[in-house]
């Protein structure tokens, strides 16, 4: 069992930054994949960032590419993902999720039906 509590989110104005934080319970964390989705309302959940449990393999959304960046550390059992140059269209609850890794440490899956777990989500709202 793994339990995700996100944090770090707000309301910033566009252009700027939020970090947003995944503390991760369990002592096999580091075994898990990883991965950031959001949802707006009244729109599917979607995929933004991920990162395999080793930390070498990152996939992102098109969307966010160059402006968002996903971390992990491993001995904190916490993933990070860096939101800079922020935007209106970013606004939406932000969901940290975890799957269960490979042997090799190169898994990192863009769909929300390859995850095991998920957090309770955390608000993030751009305004313009």
């Known amino acids: 069992q793994v339990q995700l509590v996100e944090s770090g989110g707000g309301l910033v104005q566009a252009g700027g930054s939020l970090r947003l934080s995944c503390a991760a319970s369990g002592r096999t964390f580091s075994s898990y994949a990883m991965g950031w989705f959001r949802q707006a309302p009244g729109k599917e959940r979607e995929f933004v960032a991920a990162i395999s449990w080793i930390g070498g393999n990152t996939n992102y959304a098109d969307s966010v590419k160059g402006r968002f960046t996903i971390s992990r550390d491993n001995a904190k059992n916490t993933v990070y993902l860096q939101m800079n140059s922020l935007k209106p269209e970013d606004t939406a609850v932000y969901y940290c999720?975890?799957?269960?890794?490979?042997?090799?440490?190169?898994?990192?899956?863009?769909?929300?039906?390859?995850?095991?777990?998920w957090g309770q989500g955390t608000q993030v709202t751009v305004s313009s």
């Open positions: 999720a975890a799957a269960r890794g490979d042997g090799l440490g190169l898994y990192a899956p863009r769909h929300v039906g390859e995850y095991d777990y």
